[in-house]
């Protein structure tokens, strides 16, 4: 393996780490400060830390590999031959093991006690109020938003350089703010993860049966994503 690629999954490692401490962290500080009630300006900002933590990995690493942290993103482009299905397998792991690096160190800091009696670990849950069909579709529409985003502004090589990572950061605060309520706006397999692991292993309780939801829903919404964008905007190929 060359020396550059363990640079790429160290990237995928990192990034998906911050992603999972600041983004999924907003939510357990939101929730911090409210003794485990969160208000709908509390998910305005949550959105807003995500935006702001999804650009800067983008800005920051995407120039070393491609900055993706999210196996649904990593799945779908392979499935539109846009990234190499030999790399998807490693670039997963790397994912995941940032996810549960992010989740642990979130939780050592807010303190573990803390996340677990008020289950404010940063996971994600279907809300009350709503069916895990409902929340399955949530993170379909979603996930199918954030890829024509990232088709449209880093595959197509038609559009204008540099605005990639803001407008991603856009897309993922939009996402949050409509479809939070439903079910936390994961849209990101690892980022659900990451937050379920910890708080497994700091003894506290993780709704493993709607894992589901936050697999399917990204990764039908992500391919969805790309074909339809191929399909309709057809951007050229290298």
């Not at 792991?93 to 690096?101: P, T, Y």
């Given at each position: 393996m060359q020396p550059d690629y363990w640079r790429r999954l160290l990237a995928e490692v990192i990034t998906t780490a911050l992603l999972v401490f600041f983004g999924a962290g907003s939510f357990m500080a939101a929730l911090s400060v409210d003794n485990g009630h969160l208000t709908y300006a509390g998910v305005g900002i949550i959105s807003f830390a995500f935006a702001l933590i999804v650009a800067l990995n983008i800005y920051i690493f995407g120039p070393v590999s491609g900055a993706q942290f999210n196996p649904a993103v990593t799945i779908s482009l392979a499935v539109v031959r846009r990234f190499p299905w030999r790399d998807v397998p490693?670039?997963?792991?790397?994912?995941?093991?940032?996810?549960?690096?992010?989740?642990?160190?979130?939780?050592?800091?807010?303190g573990p006690d803390k996340a677990i009696t008020l289950n404010i670990s940063g996971g994600t849950q279907v809300q009350p109020g709503f069916t895990a069909i409902q929340a399955a579709l949530a993170e379909f529409i979603g996930t199918f938003l954030l890829l024509l985003t990232i088709m449209a502004t880093v595959i197509d090589k038609r559009a204008p350089q540099g605005w990639?990572?803001?407008?991603?950061?856009?897309?993922?605060?939009?996402?949050?703010?409509?479809?939070?309520?439903?079910s936390n706006g994961s849209i990101n397999p690892a980022r659900t993860l990451g937050p379920y692991v910890a708080t497994s292993i700091f003894g506290g309780t993780t709704p493993w049966d709607e894992y589901w939801i936050y697999l399917a829903g990204p990764i039908l919404g992500a391919i969805a994503g790309c074909a339809v964008y191929e399909f309709v905007a057809q951007p050229a190929r290298d």
């Open positions: 490693l670039y997963i792991i790397a994912q995941a093991i940032g996810a549960v690096i992010g989740g642990l160190i979130a939780c050592e800091v807010f990639a990572g803001f407008l991603i950061g856009l897309e993922v605060g939009c996402e949050v703010m409509v479809i939070g309520p439903i």
